[in-house]
């Protein structure tokens, strides 16, 4: 067995509020602060999401789209599902690029891109031991949000973006798992009383949240808790919210950071 399972580079963290330091200072380079449409790559292989920035944050991280064998899609917002983008990737490839999706999503074909469509809550093989399930989100359902948990070598991740909590038949499916990492969608910062609870978290809903996922063992000691999904403009800067994050034993991603797990 391999001693890592996972080499994940997050590509982009951001919400929605994306910073026009993008288009100028940070046009060739990641920011703590400055933030590109949210993005993870494993093990150089496979793309979680390609939204608005995909292009810049590839080229910035030095990876080559011609290496990325399958794309997994969380949803239809653009911040994660950019058509040209994608269509751009799959251009540079050989093979065809194969795109997961949930069965229910509404998204036309793409040049050199086989679509598969997953029905929720069961078990993809991918390949190289890797296997995928989709788990549904609680976020707009007009774009058939999913989360994915991803299995190889004994290890698990769980990719969390977007939504709010978890809904019931996810937490279900979870437990039990002890995950090796976690990725929270993380919206909304260190304050009560915003709207966007029913699809987006806030660390207050994190911090309530992280002692029953204990309780039911979808986490333990040993998992790695990231945040991502961030909205600059509802947090902290970076180095103020990592100082929150570890008071609840988390990291909050950035866009260029390396984890292994
Ligand atoms: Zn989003
Ligand atoms: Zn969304």
Request: glycine content about 4%.
């Amino acid at each position: 067995m391999n001693k890592y399972a996972f080499k994940i580079k997050f590509l982009g963290t951001c919400a929605c509020d994306f910073s026009s330091k993008l288009n100028a200072e940070f046009k060739n380079s990641f920011d703590l602060d400055a933030r590109r449409s949210s993005s993870m790559l494993i093990n150089n292989t496979y793309l979680v999401d390609a939204g608005d920035h995909i292009l810049d944050s590839l080229r910035i991280a030095n990876k080559n789209a011609e290496d990325i064998t399958d794309l997994f899609i969380t949803h239809t917002h653009s911040d994660h599902f950019n058509c040209e983008n994608i269509a751009s990737i799959a251009s540079e490839k050989s093979e065809p690029l194969h795109l997961y999706i949930r069965e229910d999503a509404q998204i036309d074909d793409i040049a050199n891109v086989d679509i598969i469509r997953m029905t929720p809550y069961k078990k993809y093989c991918v390949g190289n031991g890797l296997t995928v399930t989709a788990l549904c989100a609680n976020h707009d359902p007009e774009t058939a949000p999913s989360h994915f948990l991803f299995e190889r070598d004994g290890k698990s991740i769980f990719y969390g973006c977007d939504g709010a909590w978890l809904l019931c038949r996810t937490y279900n499916f979870l437990k039990g798992m002890e995950l090796s990492l976690a990725v929270l969608d993380c919206t909304v910062g260190d304050y009560e009383g915003d709207w966007r609870m029913a699809e987006h978290n806030s660390i207050p809903m994190i911090r309530l949240m992280l002692p029953s996922l204990k309780n039911a063992k979808i986490i333990n000691s040993e998992t790695k808790i990231c945040f991502s999904h961030i909205a600059p403009s509802l947090h902290k800067s970076h180095k103020d919210t990592e100082l929150i994050a570890k008071e609840l034993g988390a990291y909050v991603a950035y866009d260029g950071l390396d984890m292994e797990v």
